[in-house]
């Protein structure tokens, strides 16, 4: 066959031969000549001398005999498997049959070579080189990957802290400034922006205080809004039940979502209630390639829809829709139904397991 020649700037391959046949060590010397590449081979007989090797240095390459007088090949596969299983290991062997191959195959070893066909073992030996070469490639992707993972991890939640704390900032400044301005005409617009910013708060937490960063659950956040909205309303009269179906929207869609759920549920605790007690009943369930969020109790009179539909903030809320393609409805018809905005997006998924009350 013809020898492989070795590129100019090959380095030496460092080879260890467990064999404690001296004759069998040089024909196979010889026959590693045949890769072309240049080697050195380091022969141990006894487990001590075997164990320390693999323990202590860093190898290219192990050959084993498979039968030896006080040690046996699968216990030095074992314990290369144990100390450098990354390093490929060939049985050179006169007594492994084809069971015990396999088996050797099944425990890590990465081929076998019987003595009398040494002329193969070139071949093989090139083979296991090349594996090994490839799988320390992948290692070192694999841990390249890992390590941006990493630091875009770092990177996000660095990102997030610097998020949350600003909005923290400015919701705990626009609470300074209403109490400045007391009565005034500017503590609506204040109060409106102060619950829209809490909003976005909120969701910016759901988002990144879960597992996933790309999806956040409508029905939890409205949830979690709507309570808070009530605590804010000063009206302990109202009495707030759910009817919730998890409906995951994914994260380019959460801040328009927010705000379109915050709009509602605000309009309603502050125009559809102005002279009773009452239950605000909000749903939240999947559509088939979206949700719906509907507000309802047991009957709004003709003048609490009219108050609630002409008291939402027109403007945003009609950009709000415009944006994310949704539908808003205040069913005249439907008595006990306040309003019901429809949210009809491809890139919402959903899921249909379990519901929330």
């Not at 997030?160 to 301005?181: G, M, P, S, W, Y």
């Amino acid at each position: 066959m013809n020898a492989v020649q070795p590129a100019p700037d090959a380095r030496t391959l460092r080879i260890l031969f467990l064999e404690d046949s001296a004759l069998d060590a040089e024909l196979v010397e010889e026959h590693l000549h045949g890769t072309g590449l240049p080697f050195a081979l380091e022969r141990v007989v006894s487990r001590e001398d075997y164990l320390a090797a693999v323990r202590g240095e860093e190898y290219d390459l192990i050959l084993a005999d498979f039968a030896l007088p006080a040690f046996d090949g699968m216990t030095a596969l074992a314990l290369a498997q144990e100390h450098c299983a990354h390093v490929p290991f060939v049985f050179v062997s006169a007594t492994l049959g084809e069971e015990v191959a396999v088996e050797a195959l099944k425990r890590g070893a990465t081929d076998y070579v019987l003595k009398q066909r040494l002329e193969r073992l070139p071949g093989t030996v090139l083979r296991a080189l090349a594996e090994a070469a490839e799988r320390a490639e992948r290692r070192r992707a694999e841990e390249a990957m890992h390590r941006l993972i990493d630091e875009k991890t770092a990177l996000l939640h660095e990102l997030d802290h610097r998020v949350k704390n600003n909005l923290q900032t400015l919701l705990a400044l626009i609470a300074l400034e209403i109490r400045r301005c007391g009565s005034t005409d500017a503590r609506p617009p204040l109060e409106r922006l102060r619950r829209r910013l809490s909003a976005l708060a909120t969701v910016h937490r759901q988002l990144h205080g879960g597992e996933r960063v790309d999806r956040f659950d409508a029905a939890q956040f409205a949830r979690e809004l709507t309570a808070d909205l009530s605590a804010a309303s000063g009206r302990p009269d109202i009495r707030t039940e759910y009817e919730l179906q998890p409906v995951f929207v994914s994260a380019q869609k959460a801040a328009p979502v927010a705000l379109v759920m915050s709009e509602l549920v605000s309009n309603a605790l502050t125009h559809a209630y102005q002279r009773r007690q009452g239950k605000l009943r909000l749903e939240v369930h999947p559509l088939e390639e979206g949700c719906v969020l509907q507000i309802s109790d047991d009957e709004f009179t003709a003048a609490e829809k009219k108050a609630a539909r002409e008291g939402t903030t027109g403007d945003i809320l009609t950009s709000l829709a415009r944006q994310l393609g949704a539908t808003i409805e205040w069913p005249a018809e439907e008595r006990s139904v306040l309003v019901r905005a429809a949210f009809p997006t491809g890139e919402t998924t959903r899921s249909r397991e379990g519901a929330g009350g």
